[in-house]
C-alpha cells in the first residue's frame, strides 16, 4: 500500500471514532435544550405551589403617636443647707429614703444659740421691771399734780418722767423681738424637709461643723415627676390642633422602655414651651406623670409617645407582610387563582409592636402574604394557608402523578 492511501485510511478512522463519540452526546444536549424550551409541565414536570401563610387586610381604629426621645426630670429638686452654723449632732434619715415636708432630717448642737435665747429672755425681765417703775413713778407725779389744785410736780419733770417709760417700753419690744429671732434661730438647729421627696447621699457625717454654705443632701420629689422631650417644628400644629380639639382633655402620653418598648408609665401633657429652637428646629414640650409606683426615676432616659389623634377604620397588616424594595415598600397580594403578583404600599404608622397602618395600595379583605415572601415572585402559584397552619403531606395518588411526571420528563431529555 502506498504511503498516500495509509495516510487516507488514517484519517477516515479518525473521524469514525470522533463521530462515534460526538454525536450521542449532541443528541442528548438537543433533547435537554427541548426540554428546556418546552412549557411548563412538559419535559419537567409542573411546579407544585409554594405554601405560604396568609391573613387579610383588617380595619381597626388606629391611635396615631408622636415618639421622641425624653428625659425623667424631678417636679421639685431641694438642696438642704442648714441655716444656722454648729456641730452637726444627729442625722434622721436613711440615704434613698423617701421623707415628708416638715420631718426633722438633722440635728445641729442648740446650745450656743439657746445662751442667747435665755440671755434675751433675762434681758427681757430686766427691762420690763424698769418699764414698771417708770410707769409707777409716773402715775404718782401724776396724782400729785391734781391733789388739791396745787402744782407739786413741774411739767418739765412729768415730760422727763413719761419719756423715761416710753423708752423703758420700747425696750421691752425690742427685747421681745430678740426673744423671737432667738427662738428663729433656736428652731433652726433642727433642720426639716421643706417638701416631699427622696433623700439623696448625704453630704456631710455627723460631727463635722458646718455653716449656712454646707450641703447637707439633696431632696428630690418624684410623686409626681415630669418628663420633658422635644418635637420637629413640623409637628407644632398637630400637637395645638390635638390640644384644641378636647381642651378639656390633656393628650395621653406614654412613657416607654427604651430596651423592649413596653409602657412603663401613663400621664397627660402638661405645657408646650413658648418657643422653638432655632440651632434645632424642635419645640419642647413637658408631661406630667403620677408616678405612684416610681416607675420613672429623675434622669432617666425614656421613649415619649403622644397621642395626637385616632384614624378611623384605618387598613391594618402584620408588619412582617411589608418588604422594601428598590422603588420602597410592597406587599404580595393573593389574586383569585391563587397567584401572587407585587403591591406597592405607603405605610403611615406603627400599630402596636407587631402591625402596621397602610395609607395606601390595599383595600380591606384583601390577603397579603406574611411568611414565605422569599421563594415567591410575582405570578407564583401559592398554597395559601392561616397562621400556625402548616401544609398537607401530599397522598400516595399524588406522590405517583409526581414521580410519572418525573420520568416522562427524563424519558424525553434521553
Given at each position: 500500500?502506498?504511503?498516500?492511501?495509509?495516510?487516507?485510511?488514517?484519517?477516515?478512522?479518525?473521524?469514525?471514532?470522533?463521530?462515534?463519540?460526538?454525536?450521542?452526546?449532541?443528541?442528548?444536549?438537543?433533547?435537554?435544550?427541548?426540554?428546556?424550551?418546552?412549557?411548563?409541565?412538559?419535559?419537567?414536570?409542573?411546579?407544585?405551589?409554594?405554601?405560604?401563610?396568609?391573613?387579610?387586610?383588617?380595619?381597626?381604629?388606629?391611635?396615631?403617636?408622636?415618639?421622641?426621645?425624653?428625659?425623667?426630670?424631678?417636679?421639685?429638686?431641694?438642696?438642704?443647707?442648714?441655716?444656722?452654723?454648729?456641730?452637726?449632732?444627729?442625722?434622721?434619715?436613711?440615704?434613698?429614703?423617701?421623707?415628708?415636708?416638715?420631718?426633722?432630717?438633722?440635728?445641729?448642737?442648740?446650745?450656743?444659740?439657746?445662751?442667747?435665747?435665755?440671755?434675751?429672755?433675762?434681758?427681757?425681765?430686766?427691762?420690763?421691771?424698769?418699764?414698771?417703775?417708770?410707769?409707777?413713778?409716773?402715775?404718782?407725779?401724776?396724782?400729785?399734780?391734781?391733789?388739791?389744785?396745787?402744782?407739786?410736780?413741774?411739767?418739765?419733770?412729768?415730760?422727763?418722767?413719761?419719756?423715761?417709760l416710753d423708752q423703758a417700753s420700747a425696750t421691752v419690744v425690742a427685747d421681745q423681738a430678740s426673744i423671737r429671732a432667738s427662738q428663729v434661730q433656736l428652731g433652726f438647729t433642727k433642720v426639716v424637709a421643706p417638701i416631699d421627696g427622696l433623700a439623696g447621699i448625704r453630704a456631710v457625717d455627723v460631727g463635722n461643723i458646718v455653716s449656712?454654705?454646707?450641703?447637707?443632701?439633696?431632696?428630690?420629689?418624684?410623686?409626681?415627676?415630669?418628663?420633658?422631650?422635644?418635637?420637629?417644628?413640623?409637628?407644632?400644629?398637630?400637637?395645638?390642633?390635638?390640644?384644641?380639639?378636647?381642651?378639656?382633655?390633656?393628650?395621653?402620653?406614654?412613657?416607654?422602655?427604651?430596651?423592649?418598648?413596653?409602657?412603663?408609665?401613663?400621664?397627660?401633657?402638661?405645657?408646650?414651651?413658648?418657643?422653638?429652637?432655632?440651632?434645632?428646629?424642635?419645640?419642647?414640650?413637658?408631661?406630667?406623670?403620677?408616678?405612684?409606683?416610681?416607675?420613672?426615676?429623675?434622669?432617666?432616659?425614656?421613649?415619649?409617645?403622644?397621642?395626637?389623634?385616632?384614624?378611623?377604620?384605618?387598613?391594618?397588616?402584620?408588619?412582617?407582610?411589608?418588604?422594601?424594595?428598590?422603588?420602597?415598600?410592597?406587599?404580595?397580594?393573593?389574586?383569585?387563582?391563587?397567584?401572587?403578583?407585587?403591591?406597592?404600599?405607603?405605610?403611615?404608622?406603627?400599630?402596636?409592636?407587631?402591625?402596621?397602618?397602610?395609607?395606601?395600595?390595599?383595600?380591606?379583605?384583601?390577603?397579603?402574604?406574611?411568611?414565605?415572601?422569599?421563594?415567591?415572585?410575582?405570578?407564583?402559584?401559592?398554597?395559601?394557608?392561616?397562621?400556625?397552619?402548616?401544609?398537607?403531606?401530599?397522598?400516595?395518588?399524588?406522590?405517583?402523578?409526581?414521580a410519572a411526571k418525573k420520568g416522562q420528563g427524563r424519558r424525553r431529555g434521553g
Amino acid at each position: 500500500m502506498s504511503r498516500f492511501w495509509k495516510i487516507a485510511l488514517a484519517v477516515i478512522v479518525v473521524l469514525v471514532i470522533a463521530g462515534i463519540i460526538v454525536v450521542p452526546r449532541l443528541g442528548h444536549h438537543a433533547g435537554a435544550a427541548n426540554a428546556q424550551g418546552k412549557p411548563n409541565g412538559e419535559g419537567q414536570g409542573e411546579q407544585p405551589p409554594v405554601p405560604v401563610t396568609v391573613v387579610p387586610v383588617v380595619s381597626q381604629d388606629v391611635p396615631v403617636y408622636l415618639v421622641a426621645t425624653g428625659t425623667a426630670q424631678a417636679r421639685n429638686s431641694v438642696v438642704v443647707r442648714p441655716q444656722v452654723g454648729g456641730q452637726l449632732m444627729k442625722l434622721n434619715f436613711q440615704e434613698g429614703q423617701e421623707v415628708k415636708a416638715g420631718d426633722v432630717i438633722a440635728e445641729i448642737d442648740p446650745r450656743t444659740i439657746q445662751s442667747q435665747y435665755d440671755q434675751a429672755v433675762a434681758k427681757l425681765r430686766q427691762d420690763q421691771a424698769a418699764a414698771a417703775t417708770a410707769k409707777n413713778n409716773l402715775e404718782r407725779s401724776q396724782n400729785l399734780v391734781s391733789k388739791g389744785g396745787q402744782q407739786y410736780v413741774s411739767k418739765q419733770d412729768l415730760d422727763n418722767l413719761k419719756n423715761t417709760l416710753d423708752q423703758a417700753s420700747a425696750t421691752v419690744v425690742a427685747d421681745q423681738a430678740s426673744i423671737r429671732a432667738s427662738q428663729v434661730q433656736l428652731g433652726f438647729t433642727k433642720v426639716v424637709a421643706p417638701i416631699d421627696g427622696l433623700a439623696g447621699i448625704r453630704a456631710v457625717d455627723v460631727g463635722n461643723i458646718v455653716s449656712t454654705t454646707d450641703s447637707i443632701v439633696t431632696l428630690t420629689e418624684v410623686h409626681p415627676i415630669y418628663v420633658s422631650f422635644n418635637l420637629p417644628e413640623k409637628n407644632l400644629d398637630l400637637v395645638r390642633s390635638a390640644m384644641r380639639a378636647d381642651p378639656a382633655t390633656p393628650l395621653q402620653v406614654d412613657a416607654l422602655d427604651r430596651v423592649d418598648a413596653h409602657v412603663m408609665a401613663t400621664g397627660k401633657l402638661d405645657v408646650i414651651d413658648n418657643a422653638i429652637d432655632t440651632t434645632t428646629g424642635t419645640f419642647r414640650l413637658r408631661a406630667l406623670f403620677d408616678n405612684q409606683k416610681t416607675e420613672l426615676w429623675p434622669g432617666q432616659f425614656v421613649n415619649a409617645r403622644v397621642r395626637v389623634r385616632t384614624v378611623k377604620g384605618g387598613l391594618v397588616v402584620p408588619a412582617q407582610a411589608v418588604q422594601r424594595g428598590p422603588e420602597g415598600d410592597y406587599v404580595y397580594l393573593v389574586q383569585g387563582d391563587n397567584t401572587v403578583k407585587m403591591q406597592a404600599v405607603e405605610t403611615a404608622s406603627e400599630v402596636g409592636d407587631s402591625h402596621v397602618l397602610l395609607s395606601k395600595g390595599v383595600k380591606l379583605g384583601e390577603k397579603v402574604v406574611t411568611e414565605g415572601q422569599f421563594r415567591l415572585k410575582p405570578g407564583s402559584k401559592v398554597q395559601p394557608l392561616a397562621p400556625g397552619q402548616v401544609p398537607a403531606a401530599p397522598t400516595a395518588d399524588e406522590l405517583q402523578k409526581a414521580a410519572a411526571k418525573k420520568g416522562q420528563g427524563r424519558r424525553r431529555g434521553g
